[in-house]
């Protein structure tokens, strides 16, 4: 009985062939990644929060409760939080700055 042979196109040399170690280690790692985010989405990550309810926040210029929004309802003053920065007192730092526009200090 004759053993099949592969085909030419089939066959690799050693050097060219992926370690058959690395290539279950990379299988293991992405199993592992992949059960980490199956387990996190069975969890209830939501089960204490009330969503039924509309979060309402405090105009920091009038102090009136808001329902959300880019500005507040009652005055018009801008309901996203400045940065301001203790050594000159900026506060021409737009949200999410990490350095000051003024001084370069980090925020």
Do not use: Y
């Amino acid at each position: 009985m004759r053993r099949p042979v592969l085909e030419r196109r089939h066959r690799q040399c050693l050097r060219c062939s992926p370690s058959v170690a690395e290539e279950l280690s990379r299988a293991q790692a992405d199993a592992q990644r992949q059960q980490i985010w199956d387990r996190a989405k069975e969890t209830n990550w939501t089960g204490d929060l009330d969503l039924a309810t509309r979060a309402k926040l405090n105009c920091s210029s009038c102090g009136s409760k808001v329902d959300g929004g880019r500005f507040c309802s009652s005055c018009g003053a801008a309901l996203a939080m400045v940065a301001t920065r203790g050594g000159c007192g900026s506060t021409a730092n737009k949200p999410g700055a990490v350095f000051c526009s003024d001084c370069g200090t980090r925020l």
